[in-house]
């Protein structure tokens, strides 16, 4: 299983990005899906989850700004950030059930 991650950029704050999680040899609606992301010097942080069922949890530093989706029909997760912040630069991560992660995308919120 491979798993990709690509969408990030540099953006000014209040702007918006849409991650994508690809994942090549596994099905990723029968699993959970989950966004993490690292910053410089930090530990790494729980961004988003989308169950099989998709029941969806973030982490507190991102509800109510980023939602996560899936697309079925293209094995893909999607990860859309609203209102970007400079503290969410990092490098952005998904996993698929037991795989990950997988390579992750910067993604710099600047002025």
Avoid: H
């Avoid at 169950?51 to 530093?61: A, H, M, P, V």
């Amino acid at each position: 299983v491979q798993l990709q991650a690509s969408g990030g950029g540099l953006v000014q704050p209040g702007e918006s990005l849409r991650l994508s999680c690809a994942a090549s040899g596994t099905i990723v609606s029968r699993y959970v899906t989950d966004w993490y992301r690292q910053a410089p010097g930090k530990q790494r942080e729980f961004v988003a989850r989308i169950t099989s069922g998709s029941i969806r949890n973030y982490g507190d530093s991102v509800k109510g700004r980023f939602t996560i989706s899936r697309d079925n029909a293209k094995n893909m997760v999607y990860l859309q950030m609203d209102s970007l912040k400079p503290e969410d630069t990092a490098v952005y991560y998904c996993n698929v059930g037991p795989w990950g992660p997988g390579q992750g995308t910067l993604v710099t919120v600047s002025s």
